[in-house]
């Protein structure tokens, strides 16, 4: 019994999903596609740690994930979007190890559609599914199928750049957790100079958790640089802002377009 609240909790903990995810290390997305024939092949890394105090005894969660994102011009406004995560995750209580798993997680296929754009002001819609490809029974996937759906905006304004997104979460799964959730969040980049740009985030979610009183927020600085036109680098730091939240995280990740 003690093994599943444990798989219970490191669920939460990895269970992040990719619903909304812009140019990396950004959480949150933004309404630009690939064009008609083009690909975008997206590999990110990010390493979580968590320390918390429940009932007197001490939790350290800990957890890295490797993604890739391969992303299709379906058509000059439209894409096709393929994501699968490697997850491993480690929770020890007093010290002592209580949860050690890894595994690939669920995968996502989602469309992204930009259906206005004018003046810098464009706005899509991202509908997709979640697929249960993760062993639940491990804490690596819901074991459900799922979906979400969000709507994005996107506004440029050289050097600057804004992003929101407004998402909703069908969260099927087994692990007892809510399974309406919502999410918002905020994005910007400034290009500092030609090829780096300084991005920033900031997003709150419903807190997956029934019994929890508050909602996960998070914050994120990080930078983008382009090697060339058809590549891009990537390093952030997102810091928890409420305790629900992991209390940091540390990415980095490639973008190469062809």
Not at 38 to 45: A, F, I, K, R, T
């Amino acid at each position: 019994m003690r093994r599943l609240v444990m798989v219970f909790i490191a669920g939460i903990c990895l269970l992040v999903h990719t619903a909304l995810w812009g140019a990396h290390p950004l959480i949150t997305d933004d309404a630009g596609t690939q064009g008609r024939g083009n690909w975008q092949v997206e590999v990110s890394g990010q390493y979580d740690s968590d320390r918390e105090t429940r009932n007197g005894a001490s939790r350290e969660s800990t957890g890295i994930q490797v993604a890739t994102t391969l992303s299709y011009g379906m058509a000059e406004k439209a894409d096709l979007v393929l994501g699968l995560p490697y997850r491993w995750g480690k929770v020890k209580e007093d010290g002592v190890t209580r949860y050690d798993e890894k595994g690939i997680s669920d995968a996502t296929v989602e469309v992204k559609w930009r259906f206005f754009e004018r003046d810098g002001l464009s706005f899509a819609l991202k509908p997709g599914v979640r697929i249960p490809t993760g062993d639940d029974e491990k804490g690596l996937g819901a074991g459900r199928i799922g979906y979400h759906a969000s709507l994005i905006a996107s506004k440029e304004a050289a050097p600057w750049a804004f992003h929101m997104n407004v998402g909703y979460i069908g969260n099927e799964n087994k692990a007892d957790e809510e399974k309406h959730l919502w999410q918002a969040s905020l994005a910007a980049t400034y290009e500092a100079f030609k090829g780096l740009k300084i991005a920033g985030n900031i997003g709150i979610e419903r807190n997956r958790d029934k019994a929890a009183g508050k909602d996960p927020v998070f914050a994120l600085g990080g930078f983008i640089y382009s090697l060339s036109e058809r590549v891009d680098i990537d390093v952030g730091v997102k810091y928890g802002l409420t305790a629900p939240e992991t209390d940091r995280s540390f990415m980095a990740g490639m973008a190469v377009r062809f």
